[in-house]
């Protein structure tokens, strides 16, 4: 079955970058599903802060684009994600989420509308701290 | 951008009672919503797609409706394990959720 493992350190300094990656099994990634990043901190709710088609095309959240990059690698069938100048405020749980609909195209590109997220990994606690 | 305000963000609510959920959108975000329900410790899973599309294996009690900027999540029976949060995910041009409904027992 598909499965979704994210992996990286627990721990990121402030001002440091947070490296990320996702690795994906059960599926190939090269096939025409979205894959995305979103965040929880602890306490709060959900923030989605990227996806990315396996073309390579990437979305992000306004509020975030600034500080992130996604990007994927369909030889390793992992996709990454790099959020710079961390502060305390980035300290969250992580999910890396697969979207449920088979695309042959950009659709989000091309239509402007998401896919909701199906299939999501465990998630991995990052925290920022000195 | 749009602006996605859920209500309640806590409710209480006994066995078997009909538990409605509410999700505005400040501008028309067509039929693109999901909802998720998340337990504590555990990974979001999805309930409901493009606003009233039950997600394969979820149970029938649930249902979603709503288009254009008002959509609601609705429990007909609300059973122990359905205790949890529930978000909603506007999916038109950016991704965002609501800011989350506890349901607790009463």
Redesign the interface.
């Known amino acids: 079955q598909v499965q979704l493992q994210e992996s990286g350190p627990g721990l990121v300094k402030p001002s440091e970058t947070l490296s990320l990656t996702c690795d994906v099994s059960g599926y190939s990634i090269s096939s025409g599903y979205y894959l995305g990043w979103i965040r929880q901190p602890p306490g709060k709710g959900l923030e989605w802060i990227g996806t990315i088609y396996h073309k390579g095309n990437t979305y992000y959240n306004p509020s975030l684009k600034s500080r992130v990059t996604i990007s994927i690698d369909t030889s390793k069938s992992q996709i990454s994600l790099n959020l710079s100048s961390v502060t305390a405020a980035d300290t969250a749980i992580y999910y890396c989420a697969r979207t449920g609909v088979l695309r042959y195209f950009d659709w989000l590109l091309v239509v402007g509308a998401h896919d909701a997220f199906d299939i999501w990994g465990q998630g991995t606690m990052v925290t920022v701290s000195s | 951008?749009t602006q996605l305000t859920q209500s309640p963000s806590f409710l209480s609510a006994s066995v078997g009672d009909r538990v409605t959920i509410t999700c505005r959108a400040s501008q028309d975000i067509?039929s693109?919503l999901?909802w998720?329900q998340?337990k504590p410790g555990k990974?979001?899973?999805?309930l409901i797609?493009s606003a009233s599309t039950l997600?394969s294996g979820v149970p029938s009690r649930f249902s979603g409706s709503g288009s254009g900027t008002e959509f609601t999540l609705t429990i007909s029976s609300l059973q122990p394990e359905d205790f949890a949060t529930y978000?909603c995910?506007q999916?038109?041009?950016?991704?965002?959720?609501?800011?989350?409904t506890r349901v607790e027992i009463k």
């Open positions: 951008d067509r693109y999901a998720y998340q990974v979001p899973k999805l797609y997600q978000y995910q999916l038109n041009r950016q991704s965002l959720f609501g800011g989350g």
